[in-house]
């Protein structure tokens, strides 16, 4: 029988007169959104927020998002073109009551099942971002009493530094800490793992950073990586490029078409052929199958090009981002913008030497100096 894709409450698709997910233009920009603001570093609560404060309604007409609907959404397999058939089965047929599907009845997994809003490279990177922030969650031992005791450092992206600024020698993310001295409050950041279990740890030199100092070297970069808006938007393209540098430009869709229509005739001949012999030939089942299989084959290819073909627009957009982000930087910006560094960095290594190493995500990696703490 024909086992079809749910798309009720599902934002993004609806189905056309054939029965076929079909992406609704406007709901899929909304999708796209939530994709992008979460791989720049936004929280669920603030993806939820800027949606309500943008008046975007959910997918059931409602003003109120829920986080756990954007968490849902971004692990949903059909924004890239998939589908996961059978999650759920009836069990009333009278009722149509269904259930979750936990291995009762066989479930089919199909890639490239329908057009695609997420481009596969991209879904794939926001799920190993869901992985990173959920490795945030620990448990830990305290010797001071016999009781486990959880220790959640959940994810927060209040500060832009806080998941990418990441110590050198051990590997561990650094921390915002407030230092209070004769009565004056000063913010620093150090390496998460000292700052845990001191010198005893596999990291006895990490610095403690002064937020100040640390703020006006990583401006000071910025500053100087964009002073080239060529130069900074040229290396991104590379990056680009080498990702896509297999996508074919010339090939066009409507060759697949009049291929496929070719085939199509082929087999109806063939058919035809063999209803005036009133029996079948002994080739038939042969060549009916190569013409079904090359057949098959082109539709899978048609429809991987089109896909490479939409994700080399999005990079364009993005790059179109890039240059718009990089704009409002200039003339020089000398407050540390928390919003703008989610942008345009991708992380920042701290070493022994009184230096930053910055990675930019246009591929550009930078050493800038720092005046350390201690």
Known sequence: GIISVNHKKFMGYTKDDKGNLAIVPEEAEIVRRIFRMYLEGSSLVQITRSLEEDKIKTVTGKDRWNTSVISRMLVNEKYMGDALLQKTYTVDFLTKKRVKNDGIVPQYYIEDNHEAIIPKELFYKAQEERARRSSLNKS?????????????????????????????????????????????????????????????????????????????????????????????????????????GGYST??????????????????????????????????????????????????????????????????????????????????????????????????IKVNQRERLEIQFESGIVMEQMVDYYE
């Open 250 to 347: 010339k090939e066009i869709p409507i060759e697949y078409d009049k291929n496929i229509e070719l085939l199509q005739k082929e087999m109806l001949e063939l058919i035809e052929e063999n209803a005036k012999l009133g029996a079948l030939a002994e080739d038939f089942d042969d060549e009916y199958k190569r013409i079904s299989e090359e057949k098959n084959q082109l539709k899978q290819t048609k429809l991987k090009v089109v896909q490479e073909m939409k994700q080399a627009d999005r990079y364009e957009e993005r790059l179109d981002e890039m240059e718009s982000t990089i704009k409002t930087v200039r003339p020089q910006v000398r407050e540390f913008d928390e919003d703008l560094v989610r942008r345009l960095i991708n992380t």
């Open 140 to 244: 830990a031992v305290t010797r001071k009493t016999n009781k486990m005791k959880k220790e959640r450092s959940k994810y927060s992206s209040k500060y832009a530094l806080t998941e990418i600024l990441i110590c050198e020698e051990c590997g561990h993310p650094y921390r915002r800490q407030v230092w209070s001295k004769y009565g004056q409050k000063s913010a620093v950041w150090r390496c998460e793992n000292r700052l845990k279990n001191g010198t005893k740890s596999n990291c006895k030199h990490s610095p403690t950073l002064k937020e100040e100092l640390l703020h006006d070297a990583i401006m000071k970069a910025i500053n100087s990586v964009v002073e080239d808006t060529g130069d900074f938007i040229g290396a991104f393209r590379e990056n680009v490029i080498r990702v896509i």
